[in-house]
């Protein structure tokens, strides 16, 4: 796609989810907006890939009710359709073995799980974002095997498994999100993509895909323009980047002195490995969810609260947290993930219909841990050396976590704009 002029109020770098919200809260206060993906397709890691009709996310995608993503979703006419992850019984993986909530555990054991979370929603999480999970279930919890079951529940609201500095209070308020609905999107997320897309045209935005950002022209402490991979050159007054720490410090010349350049130091990526099934059918129904409590993994089945396919296969996601290691043996990954299969659904093999493993993906940019009490390592969109130039994504702000940390900031970004443009 080609733009026509060389112009604007404002440059967005990123075609994700985060670019997109930005674009559609500016174009829509009348700014003229361009977009820059650098990839051919929007959508960056919210990206829905279609294999032999089974429609996968990259990796197993929700969105907590409450959330900033729904809340701007809503807003900006982009709700959309989903089903809520189906609240069956909880699984732990132990030594290999099945431990089932509440059959396999004591009573004593089981008591102590209800009530805490029971309790849940009622946790002061302020006062305590500054403690680590470790900490504060080391004070608040009695039985060890409720504490890795409590561990492995963190693990799956924040994607951080290093409860030495994963941040209690931020973590605890994920849960308190997850508490009110875990909703999947119908068709995946990639719908999401599109309905940002067509309300960013709509509103006059100018969308560019595969031309990314090489460079973004500052000059005297103001943004002047972007300089674009192919060597255009467009005249902006101020520029969303709603890429990662690492990119903009990439784009900005003598970043390593500002304080983008800290924040990268600062941040502390996530890592996961995928596995993403479509079967014909699910040979154990009645087996959800389950979480490793001794290994970090994932299993859910995101079939049935919606629809992933147009020929009725359904989609299950296995998932190995890897934190910020993206070094893992690629092979001893997969092989721990179909292990995991191998336990939960035994026969899955001969029900495949499509089948994507994705090692060492990035999940996040930011583990939310006690260091910047819960929050990202920039503390809002503004970057104060430069005028003009802003940030928005997983890694800005104190608010949610990956997608909706990444549209909150999308929307805090933007309102800078136009407050800058006054
Ligand atoms: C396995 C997995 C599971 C996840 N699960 C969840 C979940 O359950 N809930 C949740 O909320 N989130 C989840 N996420 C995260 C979620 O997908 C992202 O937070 C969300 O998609 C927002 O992304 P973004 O737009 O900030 O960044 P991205 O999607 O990374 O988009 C950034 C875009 O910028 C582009 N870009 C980079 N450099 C340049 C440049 N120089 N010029 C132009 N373009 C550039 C990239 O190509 C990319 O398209 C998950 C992610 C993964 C991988």
């Given amino acids: 796609m080609t733009f026509e002029k060389n112009n604007y109020d404002a440059a967005v770098i990123g075609g994700g989810l985060t670019g997109l919200t930005a674009a559609v809260y500016l174009a829509r206060a009348g700014k003229s907006v361009i977009v820059f993906e650098k990839e051919s397709r929007l959508g960056g890691l919210a990206q829905t890939a279609k294999m032999n009709g089974a429609l996968f996310n990259l990796g197993p995608h929700a969105m907590y009710e409450g959330g900033a993503a729904l809340r701007i979703l809503s807003e900006l006419g982009c709700l959309p359709k989903g089903g809520y992850a189906i609240k069956g019984s909880m699984i732990g993986i132990m030594q290999r073995k099945i431990v089932e909530l509440p059959n396999d555990v004591t009573t004593d054991e089981n008591k102590e799980w209800s009530s805490l979370m029971g309790g849940l929603s009622q946790?002061?999480?302020?006062?305590?974002?500054?403690?680590?999970?470790?900490?504060?279930?080391?004070?608040?919890?009695?039985?060890?095997?409720?504490?890795?079951?409590?561990?492995?529940?963190?693990?799956?609201?924040?994607?951080?498994?290093?409860?030495?500095?994963?941040?209690?209070?931020?973590?605890?308020?994920?849960?308190?999100?997850?508490?009110?609905?875990?909703?999947?999107?119908?068709?995946?997320?990639?719908?999401?993509?599109?309905?940002?897309?067509?309300?960013?045209?709509?509103?006059?935005?100018?969308?560019?895909?595969?031309?990314?950002?090489?460079?973004?022209?500052?000059?005297?402490?103001?943004?002047?323009?972007?300089?674009?991979?192919?060597?255009?050159?467009?005249?902006v007054s101020s520029v969303i980047s709603a890429t990662g720490p690492h990119e903009v410090c990439r784009l900005v010349q003598g970043a390593g002195g500002m304080s983008i350049g800290r924040w990268k130091e600062e941040s502390q990526p996530l890592y996961a490995a995928c596995l993403d099934v479509a079967l014909k059918q699910f040979p154990y129904p009645e087996r959800v969810f389950a979480l490793g409590l001794d290994e970090p993994l994932y299993f859910s089945k995101h079939s049935g609260p919606v629809t992933l396919s147009d020929n009725g296969a359904l989609v299950l996601h296995a998932m190995r947290y890897n934190d910020n290691d993206n070094l893992r043996d690629a092979r001893v990954d997969e092989k721990s993930l179909t292990d995991l299969l191998d336990l939960l659904e035994p026969g899955w093999e001969k029900e495949v219909v499509a089948m994507r493993f994705s090692p060492n993906v990035l999940v996040g940019h930011d583990s939310r841990t006690i260091r910047h009490n819960g929050a990202g390592p920039a503390p809002s969109p503004v970057v104060p050396e430069v005028a003009g130039l802003y940030v928005a994504g997983d890694w800005v702000g104190a608010e949610g976590r990956l997608a909706d940390a990444g549209m909150a900031s999308a929307k805090q970004a933007a309102e800078e704009v136009l407050r800058y443009a006054k």
């Fill in 123 to 235: 946790i002061e999480t302020e006062s305590i974002r500054s403690i680590s999970v470790e900490e504060w279930a080391n004070k608040n919890i009695r039985h060890e095997r409720v504490r890795l079951f409590f561990h492995a529940m963190c693990r799956q609201w924040s994607y951080c498994g290093d409860m030495s500095v994963l941040s209690a209070g931020f973590v605890i308020q994920q849960g308190q999100l997850a508490g009110k609905g875990v909703r999947y999107v119908e068709g995946g997320w990639q719908t999401v993509v599109d309905d940002l897309r067509d309300a960013a045209a709509k509103a006059g935005a100018d969308i560019v895909v595969g031309n990314g950002a090489r460079q973004i022209l500052i000059e005297n402490g103001r943004v002047q323009g972007v300089k674009l991979s192919d060597g255009a050159e467009i005249k």
